[in-house]
Structures are given as C-alpha cells and as structure tokens.
C-alpha cells in the first residue's frame, strides 16, 4: 500500500508508471555515489600519504636528515600502500642535522575525481602531507 503512495506522482494520465522521471533518479543517485566513493577514496589517499610519510620522518629523525637511500625507501612503501611513486612529490630535510634541530618531510600528489566523468567533467584535488620532528643522533 505504502509502495503505491509513493508510485503516484511518477504516474501518467493513463495510470502506468512512467519510466523517464525513474532514470533521472537513478543517474542523479549514480553521480551522488561515484561522489561518495571519490571521497572515500581521497581520505584513504591521504591516510596513505600520511602513514608513509610519518614512517619516513621516523627513519629521518634517527639518522638526521634525508638521502636518496630514504627516497628508495619511501617510494618501496608507497608501492606497497598501492600509490605510485612516481605522482608523489617529496621534499625533506636533508642529511646531518645537529641533534634537536627540526627536521621536515612534506610529501604532496594530486587525486583525481571521477564522480563527474559522466557529465564531462574531471576534478583534481591536491593532497598535501607535512610531518616535523627533532633529529636524534648525537654528532662530535
């Protein structure tokens, strides 16, 4: 009974349901949930970014600053999270810091939307990641 109540306004002259105002609705709803993944998928993206970036600042803090070897190292866990290395810009402090002195890793990429591919359109937001800390290792 409920079911009819909502069919009445879709309904046409002659009684029958009409199809055309159904198939808005559903491309309207498919456009709102390919939204919902896009934004589920940039917050696990940045989740990523964030994790791989705070594991690299752990490694830069013990050995006071950054070198290629730490890049090899990031861009080994990047690949296993499932981001390519290669859309991800990083820049960090680098090598021999005196112990106490900030050390900075900021990493940045940039996602794309595709909840809008139906109707043309392609968004691409950037994703930005920055972790601090004090370096470690004692120099004499």
Known sequence: MK???CLVP????IGAVSSIPLM???MIASVFLYLGIDAYGYISQ?????I???????VI???????PVNREQFDRLLQKTGIDPAKVTLTATPKLVARGDTVVVES???YECIGLKPLGKTVKLPIRVQAN?????FFR
Do not use: P
Request: charged share 20%; hydrophobic share 40%.
């Open 108 to 110: 940045s990429m940039v």
């Open 52 to 58: 791989a970036s705070n594991e690299l600042l752990e």
């Open 133 to 137: 800390g004090l370096a470690h290792t």
């Open 61 to 67: 803090k013990a050995e006071n600053g950054f070198d």
């Open 3 to 5: 079911l009819k109540t």
């Open 10 to 13: 879709l309904r046409n002259n």
């Open 46 to 50: 940045q989740q990523k970014l964030t």
């Open 24 to 26: 808005f609705f559903v």
